[in-house]
Antibody
């Protein structure tokens, strides 16, 4: 069964860059889309974007100008960078797998496996 | 963006009773060419990450108890817990994956009365 684990600094200063990595174990990184989703404390879920193992990406327009998702298949990792962070970026960040792809409709999928999440606080 | 609206925001149900959560999308998430509704349900227990329950609006993920069921089509969907158990206390989210960006409902908190 695939497992995902987020890692990265828990505290980031305002205006700096938030960087997180998700490591995939127990399964292949190839053939899947991999997503980042965040949850501000006490609030709901926000989809940040995804990356295909080949490197193609799609981002939420609300964050697109500040977000970069990349993948390293040799390490079975994918990463998230959010630049120019503010307090509004304080959240638990989850990585997840999106397992479904249809040749006619493309990558329209739910998230079937999630990491445990990592809290990132933006504060000076 | 497709806006997902859940109701109620919270509900309290007696153990063994039925719990019903509604989810409405601002536009249809039914893809007519394959007659599939691009709608999922997740369960998030306190201090845990979300867990996949249902996809295609009504297909249970492997291992999910059959007291959980999903129904609906187009813009109106329902998650039903037929007989609430203590371990079902959680926040439940619907999500559309019909179009980008994927969007979630605001969540419904289920408690024991």
């Amino acid at each position: 069964q695939v497992q995902l684990q987020e890692s990265g600094p828990g505290l980031v200063k305002p205006s700096e860059t938030l960087s997180l990595t998700c490591t995939v174990s127990g399964g292949s990184i190839s053939g899947y889309y991999w997503a980042w989703i965040r949850q501000p404390p006490g609030k709901g879920l926000e989809w940040i974007g995804y990356i295909y193992y080949s490197g193609s990406t799609n981002y939420n327009p609300s964050l697109k100008s500040r977000v970069t998702i990349s993948v390293d298949t040799s390490k079975k990792q994918f990463s998230l960078k959010v630049n120019s962070v503010t307090a509004a970026d304080t959240a638990v960040y989850y990585c997840a797998r999106e397992p479904y792809y249809d040749i006619l409709t493309g990558p329209k999928s739910w998230a079937d496996s999630w990491g445990q999440g990592t809290l990132v606080t933006v504060s000076s | 963006d497709i806006v997902m609206t859940q109701s109620p925001d919270s509900l309290a149900v007696f153990l063994g009773e039925r719990a019903t959560i509604n989810c409405r999308s601002s536009q249809s998430v039914l893809y007519t060419s394959n007659n599939k509704n691009y709608l999922a349900w997740y369960q998030q227990k306190p201090g845990q990450s979300p867990k996949m329950l249902i996809y295609w609006a009504s297909t249970r993920e492997s291992g999910v108890p059959d007291r959980f069921s999903g129904s609906g089509s187009g813009t109106d969907f329902t998650l039903t817990i037929s007989s609430l158990q203590a371990e079902d206390v959680a926040v439940y989210y619907c999500q559309q994956y019909y179009s980008l960006p994927r969007t979630f409902g605001q969540g419904t908190k289920v408690e024991i009365k």
